[in-house]
């Protein structure tokens, strides 16, 4: 199990930029692919990015592309989700994950541990 702490939400206005963090803590949390999720309020929790263990070949949803980008530090166990360019639609609850595997996974099953999520809202 790794721990994770997101950090960094906030309310912005719509074309705004925000950088989200997340700490993560276990000896083997940089052996594993990264990933950010986001619930909306009242929809189902989405997958948004995610990086594999050494930081290659980030995937984003296509309702982020080209505005988010994934990145993470092994030396200080930290992945970041940069966002820029900010809709309405992107206002939510972000939660960071440790996958289960190395390489790249995108769904929510295949991520073992959860942050507890910080709030973006983006006003129009």
């Known amino acids: 199990q790794v721990r994770l702490v997101e950090s960094g939400g906030g309310l912005v206005q719509a074309g705004g930029s925000l950088r989200l963090s997340c700490a993560a803590s276990?000896?083997?949390?940089?052996?594993?692919?990264m990933g950010w999720f986001r619930r909306p309020p009242g929809k189902e929790r989405t997958f948004v990015a995610v990086i594999d263990y050494a930081g290659h070949g980030p995937h984003y949803a296509d309702s982020v592309q080209g505005r988010f980008t994934i990145s993470r530090d092994n030396a200080k166990n930290m992945v970041y989700l940069e966002m820029n360019n900010l809709k309405p639609e992107d206002t939510a609850v972000y939660y960071c994950?440790?996958?289960?595997?190395?390489?790249?996974?995108?769904?929510?099953?295949?991520?073992?541990?959860w942050g507890q999520g910080t709030q973006v809202t983006v006003s129009s």
């Open positions: 276990g000896r083997t949390a940089s052996t594993y692919a």
């Open positions: 994950a440790a996958a289960d595997f190395s390489w790249i996974v995108t769904t929510a099953a295949d991520f073992h541990s």
